[in-house]
């Protein structure tokens, strides 16, 4: 189950609206081995487009460094789909690299960038495998193990 903040679960809508019709991507790091979806980092779509979305291999390299240092993890893997359903398509599953991380997908495919509810759906890939998981929305995190 991915349990995520109110705050983060907008930012990540907003995001997606925003670059609505192209896909938008970004990570949510954690603690390490805390599960918790802490800080938000919004990437560059590098692709440009509606259908598939690359992150800029500079700036995940980047981030990684960071959160190295940060001692810190991806707990969450986004993006948007803009024509089709929150299901991860046969190349986002190629590129699950992470077995630890939720991998979350926005569908803006019935509004797009304008007001309305998006399709918010989370999902586990491991080794080509993906099972839905359940999210919760809560007001804030526990900052407690």
């Keep these: 189950m991915l349990?995520?903040?109110?705050?983060?679960?907008?930012?990540?809508?907003?995001?997606?609206?925003?670059?609505?019709?192209?896909e938008a991507c970004g990570i949510v790091a954690g603690p390490e081995g805390s599960d918790r979806p802490e800080r938000l980092v919004e990437m560059v779509n590098a692709a440009g487009s509606p259908t598939f979305y690359e992150?800029?291999?500079?700036?995940?390299?980047?981030?990684?460094?960071?959160m190295w240092d940060r001692d810190e993890e991806p707990v969450v893997v986004y993006h948007s789909?803009?024509?089709?359903?929150a299901y991860p398509s046969r190349t986002d599953i190629g590129?699950?690299?992470?077995p630890g991380a939720h991998y979350v997908l926005v569908s803006t495919r019935e509004h797009g960038n304008n007001e309305g509810p998006v399709e918010f759906r989370s999902y586990r890939i491991v080794d080509g495998e993906v099972t839905e998981e359940e999210?919760?929305?809560?007001?804030?995190?526990?900052?407690?193990?």
Excluded: M, Q, W
């Design 135 to 145: 999210v919760t929305v809560v007001d804030g995190l526990s900052t407690s193990n």
């Design 3 to 22: 349990t995520i903040d109110r705050a983060t679960y907008d930012a990540i809508v907003a995001h997606a609206k925003r670059d609505h019709p192209d």
């Design 81 to 85: 789909h803009t024509a089709t359903e």
């Design 55 to 66: 992150f800029d291999s500079t700036e995940l390299l980047e981030l990684y460094k960071e």
């Design 95 to 98: 590129l699950a690299s992470e």
